[in-house]
């Protein structure tokens, strides 16, 4: 169900709500029902191996925030986001 849905079955009750007063519902809502959801971060450490591009993440991460890769001298140094769809004839 996607807000929009949600809005115009308020506004058949309320019809002088507004968009801005329901999608500050449903955030309030959201926040303090599901805390754990909206805030739980997780460090995942994957060894790598040569030529390979894709690796298995767990099934509940939902957003990668940063990305770090362990050079030969020990230091961790960041690497640039991909963003967009990965073509399954991509997938090796």
Known sequence: M???MIFSRIQKV?????FREVLELINDAVTSEFPDILNKKKT???DMVTDQRYYALP???IKINKVFVKSSDGTY????RLVGFVDTG???
Do not use: A, E, K, Y
Request: proline share 10%.
């Open 44 to 46: 995942i450490l994957i």
């Open 77 to 80: 140094r960041p690497i640039s």
């Open 14 to 18: 309320f019809p002088s709500v507004t």
């Open 90 to 92: 991509d997938i090796t």
């Open 2 to 4: 996607t807000t929009g």
């Open 59 to 61: 099934q509940d991460v």
